[in-house]
């Protein structure tokens, strides 16, 4: 298991996966990331990624 807290970024604080091909995260907490833009806990873009067995709670986004 992996967990990520506690984290600030202009995007995706938690995890960013950016223009990936099909990755594969699972087993992970996402939780009191904050990020400026987009992403408070998770940003994906265009990707085609799979989650299992994730929690991604209390985030934050502070811009738009």
Do not use: C, F
Not at 17 to 41: C, F, M
Not at 56 to 61: A, E, F, P, R, T
């Amino acid at each position: 298991n992996l967990i990520i807290t506690g984290n600030y970024a202009r995007t995706g604080s938690g995890v960013s996966v950016w223009r990936q091909s099909g990755p594969t995260l699972s087993d992970i907490i996402i939780h009191e990331n904050t990020a400026e833009k987009y992403g408070g806990g998770i940003m994906i873009y265009t990707s085609n990624a799979t989650l299992t067995d994730m929690i991604i709670s209390g985030n934050n986004l502070i811009g738009s």
